[in-house]
């Protein structure tokens, strides 16, 4: 007989926060965001991956990929790359966020001394990096020559087919550091140099990497950002239960963070298997797993060895999963009972897995409800799809600023390993997704300090200055659809209507 559980299953939009006595100690400046995402015994919480901001970007083709992946993870966030491409390209955007900033990074423009202006130019306007490496074979370890950069050459003045050889500071005019040079030397020598850029040799004079100026500046511009023991920054890359053994490999050659099997349904004995392979054979490197929606679908991966769970079925702004297969729960039931499911779970067997609640955010103050409810973190599609770092081209439909974007279950993405049953059989033979528009809304930076500062401000009324405080503390009360219409601007006529929801 089947069961019907008693209690209806709610939305974010339904609840709001009562708030408790703010002290004098609770002001923004005060609060921290910093949350673990991965699983950890009691008392060990340090040992934990944590991230500097809860939120995370959704694993999909018009969200995270390496741009995107470094403005996040530049805020304190991170971003999990998508993986309905090849593994190898895939592997490709994660190294070229570790590759972003190790205070001393690989060069990635690299060419021969024989090379034309022409040559420089193109390869410029590829990688959007002005300085190159002029070594011996054009790879970023050969011999180094000497650096080409934009203040070499005039565009206007400089012919075309000029060898970089006649452009190029020389070697013998460079100055340059051995490799073995701590992060904090480098930056001693470009203090006292003046320069931008310190490439940085090895005994034989090979290229070892460059040191750039903009990178010391950089992090002090954003004191929030992720970095690995190397000084690189984090990221995370999506698998699926299908292709894992081939993929991981290539991850984490490429020296992903972090792993997280992406299927709108979790509750399977693929992500079991997934999951087993994977702590067999990187036992170092943590994987998340879902999405789930209740306490069964949490503890059969929580004992799996998930390191993280992701909450969500069929909220996502552009996923009709609901509509196609009937299943899902609403967003904040989903989150509140797996958070007790996990509350529970920490209580029996003193270990704590963080769950992720995936989908579904419409407004900023949805951050705050879903970590009151007790997620750790929130991954998010639409939010990030909206600005300049997302892969998706902006363009102007209907006189609006829009950039698109599209379900991992839609045609357009073609992602089956992430909608079929994740047994081989192949085949996506139906669409659980739509391809749409969204808002454009400018740089990532803005936006998320934005919607941060708000969240800040909301648990200053709450009374918490930390994510598990707020957790602890948080009050919520059910809001009748009177009072939800109520919650708006009403009953004034609006001098600007065309005001986009950010
Ligand atoms: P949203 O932030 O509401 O746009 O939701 C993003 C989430 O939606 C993703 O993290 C994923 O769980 C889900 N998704 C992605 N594609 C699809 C689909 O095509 N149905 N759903």
Redesign the pocket.
């Known amino acids: 007989m089947a069961r019907i559980f008693q209690e209806e299953s709610h939305t974010f939009s339904e609840y709001l926060l009562i708030p408790n006595l703010t002290t004098q100690a609770c002001q923004s400046q005060n609060v921290s965001l910093r949350t673990a995402i991965t699983r950890y015994r009691k008392g060990q919480r340090e040992q934990a991956l944590s991230i500097n901001i809860p939120l995370v970007s959704?694993?999909?083709q018009a969200v995270s990929n390496h741009t995107l992946a470094i403005a996040l993870a530049k805020e304190g966030g991170l971003s999990f790359i998508y993986g309905s491409q090849s593994a190898e390209s895939e592997a490709e955007m994660v190294r070229l966020v570790k590759s972003y900033k190790a205070g001393i990074v690989s060069s990635d423009s690299n060419l021969r001394e024989n090379n034309t202006l022409e040559d420089a130019v193109k390869l410029k306007n590829n990688t959007g990096h002005s300085t190159i490496a002029i070594t011996s074979d054009g790879t970023n370890s050969g011999k180094l020559l000497g650096l080409l950069t934009s203040r070499d050459y005039r565009l206007s003045r400089t012919a075309m087919n000029t060898e970089v050889k006649d452009l190029m500071t020389p070697i013998s005019r460079l100055v340059t550091a051995k490799e073995g040079v701590s992060l904090t030397e480098a930056n001693d020598i470009i203090w006292e140099h003046k320069l931008n850029q310190l490439p940085i040799i090895n005994e034989k004079g090979n290229l070892v990497g460059l040191v750039f100026r903009k990178d010391y500046d950089s992090h002090k511009d954003h004191p929030n950002e992720i970095l690995d023991r190397r000084k690189r920054l984090l990221v995370g890359a999506g698998i699926n239960t299908r292709d894992y053994k081939e993929r991981v490999p290539l991850l984490v050659q490429a020296g992903v963070d972090v792993l997280c099997i992406d299927s709108?349904d979790g509750f399977s004995e693929w992500q079991y298997e997934t999951i087993s392979w994977i702590k067999h054979n990187y036992p170092n490197i943590p994987v998340g797993a879902g999405?789930v929606v209740d306490v069964d679908g949490f503890n059969y991966l929580a004992d799996a060895g998930a390191d993280f769970i992701k909450v969500?079925i069929g909220?996502?702004?552009?996923?009709?999963?609901r509509e196609t297969k009937g299943i899902g729960c609403g967003q904040a039931t989903a989150v509140y009972n797996v958070a007790r499911a996990r509350d529970a779970y920490y209580e029996k067997n003193g270990v704590y897995i963080p769950i992720c609640s995936?989908?579904?955010?419409v407004h900023d103050y949805h951050m705050t409800l879903a970590l009151a409810m007790g997620a750790d973190f929130i991954?998010?599609?639409?939010?990030f799809a909206r600005f300049d770092e997302s892969p998706t081209k902006r363009m102007v439909v209907g006189g609006k600023y829009v950039k698109e974007y599209w379900?991992?279950?839609?045609n357009r993405?073609r992602n089956w390993q992430r909608y079929d049953e994740g047994n081989n059989k192949g085949g996506m033979l139906f669409e659980?997704?739509v391809d749409s528009y969204v808002p454009y809304a400018g740089s990532l930076a803005l936006n998320v300090n934005n919607s941060l500062a708000k969240m800040k401000a909301t648990m200053c009324s709450v009374g918490s200055l930390t994510i598990p405080e707020l957790q602890a503390k948080a009050r919520l009360v059910r809001v009748s659809a009177t009072s939800i219409v109520e919650g708006g601007a009403h009953d004034v006529i609006l001098k600007n209507s065309q005001s986009v929801d950010l």
């Not at 909220?315 to 999963?321: A, D, P, V």
């Not at 991954?379 to 939010?383: D, F, Q, S, T």
């Open positions: 959704a694993i999909m709108s999405n969500g909220g996502g702004s552009i996923c009709i999963t995936d989908g579904g955010i991954m998010l599609g639409r939010y379900g991992e279950g839609s993405a659980e997704g």
